[in-house]
């Protein structure tokens, strides 16, 4: 696949490093419930390498999937890296036995989840590091996050992080951020029906910032609309395809990671790269947009 079918190329702000805008979310390579080995650990690997055979060169995970799994994986699968590859991984949370997503936000976390990250990769330094805010479930909360980003700042000054990202925050939140140290991405939940996130969009649209939304097809819920499966027919694609090529279309600088442990799925979700939207269909496709909820996502 070339790389122009990746939706083409993205370069992260005040650095080096160019993706192609559809990328690769490791999550699912994880256990039932992002947690424990997958049910076929040589799948896996093979997802991992067709994404990066396909041209995938950014690749999202964090140390708390499984929890260690899906970095073990990534490095039995990928070790050593290709050139030009970049992995981002997200710090901020913790999976005790109960299998529970609890916050892990203290210096002495942050610390110690990086070289976590640096072991489990196999690396010496991480390319980019998202401060992951626990905040509502799935959506944002306001509240300051300046204490976890100077740790942050002050690990990438002794060299073990290269740039720094946020995950699940507000618009406050990253001004309060890019005041300590500059801030490389942006990633939250958005999708056709979760659109709380377009006037942000647009603002680090025009700082050169890229947002990478997660659950792009939904999440844990699937995205279900009777229009995106009319446009999908008539079109000749995959709702999922659809949906992904909407995100693409919506602004330059969102940058895609879907992820899935099917090597099928995984070239479902490349070719949605090639898929071409017009204005019309694109209308019709914002009108999916779901009322706003109360409290986020």
């Not at 306001?142 to 925050?169: C, M």
Request: some cysteine; charged content about 20%.
């Amino acid at each position: 696949m070339s790389e122009a079918k990746l939706g083409g190329r993205f370069v992260f702000p005040a650095t080096s490093l160019t993706v192609q805008r559809i990328g690769y979310g490791a999550m699912q390579l994880a256990g039932p419930g992002v947690w424990g080995p997958p049910k076929n650990p040589d799948g896996a690997i093979s997802v991992l390498r067709e994404a990066v055979a396909a041209g995938v060169n950014h690749i999202d995970t964090a140390d708390f999937y499984g929890p260690h799994v899906t970095n073990r994986i990534i490095r039995k699968a990928l070790h050593p890296y290709p050139e030009g590859l970049v992995i981002v991984t997200k710090l901020g949370a913790r999976r005790p036995s109960d299998k529970s997503w609890q916050p892990a936000i203290s210096p002495e976390d942050l610390t110690a989840a990086v070289h976590d990250n640096l072991r489990n990769l196999g690396l010496d330094a991480l390319d980019i590091v998202n401060y992951r805010a626990m905040g509502s479930v799935h959506g944002p909360k306001e509240g300051s996050i300046a204490k976890q980003v100077e740790v942050l700042a002050d690990l990438r000054r002794k060299g073990l992080i290269r740039h720094i990202g946020l995950s699940n925050v507000t618009a406050a939140q990253i001004a309060e951020a890019q005041a300590i140290t500059d801030i490389v991405c942006v990633q939250n939940n958005y999708n056709l029906a979760c659109r709380h996130d377009d006037a942000l969009i647009d603002d680090l649209a025009r700082q050169g910032i890229p947002y990478v939304p997660f659950f792009p097809l939904g999440g844990f819920t699937p995205l279900q609309s009777s229009t995106l499966s009319d446009v999908a027919t008539r079109l000749g694609a995959t709702p999922m395809q659809v949906a992904l090529a909407w995100l693409l279309h919506r602004s330059p600088n969102i940058l895609l990671i879907p992820g899935t442990s099917s090597v099928v799925h995984l070239r479902e979700n490349l070719a949605a790269g090639q898929l071409k939207l017009s204005p019309a269909t694109l209308a019709e496709l914002d009108g999916i947009d779901s009322p706003p909820v109360a409290g986020g996502h």
